[in-house]
């Protein structure tokens, strides 16, 4: 058994699937509803996206882009330091009193590209683009919680 720390960077939602992100600094999560607001919340297998800060920073140096392309143009729910998620379907993630399952790969979709030309190719190696989770249980995320991830 594999055991990782980190922390919680930063965190966003969307009301709608295509709508513009909001920064939060409270998450409250519950099995039905992934995070509180969010649309995609309601997918079993998809409810909330974590993005690793050093899987980003890889995307970054690839891409060497010629503006600033921050992480939120990933569109994932939390973003972490100190964790990376590469090949990790089936791991238990805690943030807080929250726990998670990894369940695969976020694959990086056309919107990627409409943020900025490459995006999408510079996140697809070895899940840069971040894992997608389903809540086990609930409760409350906050910004700088430790993110423990336990893997067999």
Not at 6 to 30: D, F, H, T, W, Y
Not at 66 to 84: C, H, K, L, P, Q
Request: charged share 30%.
């Amino acid at each position: 058994m594999t055991t990782h720390t980190g922390k919680v960077l930063a965190m966003q939602r969307k009301e709608q699937v295509r709508s513009e992100l909001e920064p939060i600094e409270v998450a409250n999560v519950s099995v039905e509803k992934g995070i509180e607001g969010d649309a995609r919340g309601v997918l079993k297998n998809a409810q909330i996206t974590i993005l690793s800060k050093d899987a980003w920073a890889a995307a970054m140096a690839d891409l060497n882009p010629t503006r600033e392309v921050i992480w939120s143009e990933r569109r994932a729910n939390i973003f972490v330091d100190g964790m990376e998620f590469n090949e990790t379907t089936g791991a238990r993630v805690r943030i807080g009193d929250v726990e998670l399952e990894v369940m695969s790969e976020t694959d990086p979709c056309n919107m990627m590209d409409e943020a900025y030309p490459g995006l999408r190719e510079a996140l697809t190696p070895d899940w840069r683009g971040g894992c997608r989770t389903r809540v086990l249980k609930g409760g409350t995320i906050k910004l700088g919680d430790t993110i423990t991830m336990v893997q067999d």
